[in-house]
């Protein structure tokens, strides 16, 4: 969490974008990113020279004594003409060049920094830019990660693929579910700017940290004065040391833990800096079409069965180059629809009991094509379709309108019973403003997912009588409740939550037709006498 005076210092410079002419909000965040940059190289920098300093052991730098005037610290002092041309015709060059080296920041960005391009036209907007990245807490690592998820709460826009970013709140229900540990491999295939895989590394922190590991910071508005919460208590940051976490697994977290792929350079930029400024080290972003046949030639390792964990929200629509999409694929569903591909594309990415919970629009759920009923018969048949979660279709409003559905599944294994789940409520309004509401249900979800997995565990492992999971689930007219796989089969393997609800009605009582029309009467009485005292009144 971050603080009202931060928040200000980020909508001060939000808006000196704004007025300065960059509209466009992704293209705002990208621009921010590339100062970040510039500043973490130098901080980097400088950490490295009293490291040195210190133990009197060398190290690779990221600035040789040409570039030296390229450093932060040396560039925020230049006037606005020099700063510009520097910046403009020296600095992003060099984002390329840095890519060459074998530094963390190089490691990282290797791919997608090439391309970068200054796109702020004015001088004194490149000043103020300098000026406000400058006064960012950066070297804060427990608010780096908060200060970045407060930019990105700022895009309002779908990309022209349809990505837009997932809201987080739904993402931590998703990340809960899956529940991952010190040791997966999470990978998102559409990883946009890099939600799912930042809120995963955030529920590690606080699974494993100790209670002596946990500290509370209460905050202040820019006045010193307590920010309380709508039921009037003390605001407080808390702060997960993750200190049960050990270096060998500090390790794997910082460089094979999270995989995330994008065919977008933005996006990628941005999900890079999230990430790293979340605190993870190498996170494994890579430019690539994750659909094309491409993929497994250059990701072997993680195109097939390399994966414990997938969480996504794929695309729902935009270009594809059908003649690129991989075979394997094609073979599992035979489709030009991004949607159905990216789910077969997930199942094939799985290791056997690997786990996915993905988005899907609610047409996959019930689509009558053969493609449709392809890919649900993979998932029910060949898979262990876990779970159908309904999610109301103001979830990702301002970007759309549609409606979707949360599918949660484990690779190989049988499917005896499917668990749907009703969501009516996620705690915002379901308009374009998505203001706090009091109606929630995601925590009720969450309890009753975790729930109904340990009736099923049970049952499975005891080979217990059925009838215990159907007296807690097998009432169709409440939020959770499950259907067996035969049902779904001979209903064409429809998914969709309104073929298996039962609504149950309930009977209104109404007053006689006489007495109704008695009461009009009355009505039509009173108004024809105030409209003649109305008149005499004239």
Known sequence: ??????????DKLWEEFWTGGITNPLTVIEQITFLMYARMLDMNEQADEKRSARTKIPFTRRFNDNEQHLRWQNLRHLGAEKLYKVVK???????????????TEGAIFNEFMKDAQLMIQKQSLLV??????????????????????????????????GQFR??????????????????????????????????????????????DGIEREPLFDEEG?????????????VLYSGDLIGPDDRKHID????????????????????????????PDIHYQDTLSQSFIEKFPAEAKEGMEIILANPPFKGSLDEEDVCPEILRKVKTKKTELLFVALIERMLRVGGRSATIVPDGVLFGSSKAHQQLRQLLVDNNQLEAVISLPSGVFKPYAGVSTAILIFTKGGTTDH?????????????????????????????????????????????????ETLMQAYGDRTKKAFIVSKDDITSNKYDLSINRYKEVVYEEEQYDPPKEIL???????????ADLKQLEEMI
Not at 92 to 100: L, R
Request: hydrophobic share 35%; aromatic share 8%; proline share 5%.
């Open 1 to 10: 969490m971050i603080t009202g005076q931060l928040k200000s210092k980020i």
């Open 89 to 103: 015709d020296e600095l992003f060059p060099y984002f390329s060049k840095a890519n060459d080296d074998e530094s």
């Open 128 to 161: 103020k830019a300098v000026e406000m990245v400058n006064d960012l807490p950066l070297e804060n690592s427990d608010t780096k990660g908060d200060l970045y998820e407060y930019l990105l709460s700022k895009l309002t826009t779908a990309g022209i693929n």
């Open 166 to 211: 997932t809201p987080r709140h739904i993402i931590r229900v998703m990340v809960e579910m899956m529940d991952p540990d010190k040791n997966s491999r999470i990978c998102d295939p559409s990883t946009g700017t890099g939600g799912f895989l930042s809120v995963s590394y955030e529920y590690l922190l606080e699974k494993y940290t100790s209670p």
């Open 225 to 237: 004065k307590p920010l309380l919460d709508r039921d009037g208590k003390h605001v407080e940051n």
């Open 255 to 282: 460089t094979d833990m999270f995989h995330g792929f994008d065919f977008d350079a933005t996006m990628l930029r941005v999900a890079a800096m999230n990430l790293v400024m979340h605190g993870i080290k190498q």
């Open 418 to 466: 499917v668990w749907f789940y009703d969501v009516q409520a996620d705690g915002f309004s379901l308009d374009d403003k998505r203001t706090p509401i009091k109606d929630n249900d995601l925590p009720g979800l969450v309890a009753q997912y975790k729930n109904y997995q340990q009736l099923r565990d049970r049952h499975s492992r005891e080979g217990g009588n059925p």
């Open 518 to 528: 008695g009461k009009l009467v009355l009505l039509e009485n009173e108004i024809l």
